[in-house]
């Protein structure tokens, strides 16, 4: 399975720092999923690194379940993977971005699926609200405006 990956969304970075800084000292861990060629969502997933992958198991009891790689904190801010890491990685897609204090947008490092680091692209994506608003909906308000 090979997805097409171009980056990460600027938002969705900072959302998973934020994130792992707002878990601290606990650490934090999700899933990444992508939309458009480009990840935009973090599914957050319970447990320690220890419990990761039975948690892990559950999730993929889920229909539709298709992850692109995975986002964890290291609060002792040693962003290399763990053996524990490593086994998960080769479970769960391509990116994993390991992030660690001070949590700003170079204190992150992804690793591909065997915990090698690879480059990830941060990309500037405008987020729409179009989830509620379809093509039918706008076109009426054209309508209602000319
Ligand atoms: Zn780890």
């Not at 699926?113 to 909906?137: H, P, Q, S, W, Y």
Request: a negative charge; aromatic letters at 8%.
């Amino acid at each position: 399975m090979s997805r097409k990956v171009r980056g990460i969304a600027r938002d969705t970075l900072k959302f998973i720092l934020e994130a792992s800084r707002s878990s601290l000292p606990a650490e934090f861990a999700g899933l990444l999923q992508v939309e458009n060629e480009i990840i935009t969502e973090v599914l957050i997933l319970p447990g320690t690194e220890n419990s990761r992958m039975s948690a892990l198991i559950r999730l993929y009891m889920l229909p539709n379940m298709q992850v692109a790689g995975s986002a964890h904190s290291h609060p002792s801010g040693v962003l290399r993977p763990s053996e524990p890491d490593i086994q998960f990685f080769s479970r769960t897609g391509d990116y994993h971005i390991i992030v660690g204090p001070p949590f700003d947008e170079h204190s992150w490092v992804c690793f591909d699926a065997t915990g090698d680091r690879r480059d990830l692209a941060i990309l500037d994506v405008e987020f729409k609200d179009d989830d509620f608003e379809g093509d039918d909906f706008e076109d009426d308000l054209d309508e209602d405006f000319s």
